[in-house]
């Protein structure tokens, strides 16, 4: 069954580095989404892109978060100057199409900023 | 505006036992979809079901079955006879269509254990 694959699994970080954690979404899906899960709490929708573009995006996702599709198979979210409050489990989701609700999850990198 | 409950924070059963996790919505939209995920301690979500606003038909999937019920905007999971292996977070999710929203909005999770 096709997967969508995220690298790293964990990541640590020194508070005001730059990260960027990676995704390969299923390869015919044409939606990518990026979630956002605190230690304990509850799954949080960080910013959706179709078409080269982000189509909504959430109040947590402030300017020094980005994602990127660079070359037609990865699916990159970067935030630029990490805090320690950014410390959790980040979620790659990709979807076929706009009408369909089959989201398929990553397995999550969870970062750590120390 | 859209929200999940799911109000029971943590439950606890001792194996075989059946237990109901809690989920009941808010949406102003008539076309929307609600999800459950298994969330095990190694951290994956785990898709268990799907389920369109127009289909209000319980479903049943092994031991697993779910009531959605609009009147009440409940959308409840049963587990019977519980195993260990069931211990794990459980979401709730509901995403919007009509209003043109596509993103999952997530309660916050029922933590199920399970006894030997």
């Known amino acids: 069954e096709p997967e969508v694959t995220q690298t790293p699994s964990h990541q640590v970080t020194q508070m005001g580095q730059e990260v960027i954690l990676r995704c390969v979404p299923i390869s015919n899906h044409l939606y990518f989404y990026w979630y956002r899960q605190i230690l304990g709490q509850k799954v949080e929708f960080l910013v959706s892109?179709?078409?080269?573009?982000?189509?909504?995006k959430s109040e947590i996702f402030d300017d020094q978060f980005s994602v990127e599709r660079p070359d037609g198979s990865n699916f990159t979210l970067k935030i630029r100057s990490t805090k320690l409050e950014d410390s959790a489990m980040y979620f790659c989701a990709s979807s076929p199409r706009r009408g369909d609700y089959g989201y398929t999850f990553g397995s999550g990198t969870r970062l750590t900023v120390v | 505006a859209q929200k999940v409950t799911q109000a029971q924070t943590e439950i606890s059963v001792v194996e075989k036992e059946d237990v109901t996790l809690d989920c009941v919505y808010e949406?102003?939209?008539?076309?929307?979809?609600l999800f459950w995920y298994k969330q095990p301690p190694s951290g994956e979500l785990v898709f268990l079901i799907r389920?369109?606003?127009?289909?209000?038909q319980n479903e049943i999937s092994g031991r697993y079955s779910w009531n959605f019920q609009k009147s009440t905007s409940s959308f409840n999971f049963t587990i019977t006879a519980s195993q260990v292996v069931d211990s794990a977070v459980y979401f709730c999710a509901l995403s919007e269509v009509t209003s043109g929203t596509y993103k999952y909005i997530f309660g916050t999770g029922t933590r199920l254990k399970v006894l030997a």
């Open positions: 389920r369109n606003s127009f289909d209000e």
């Open positions: 892109f179709y078409n080269n573009e982000i189509s909504e």
């Open positions: 949406t102003r939209d008539t076309t929307y979809y």
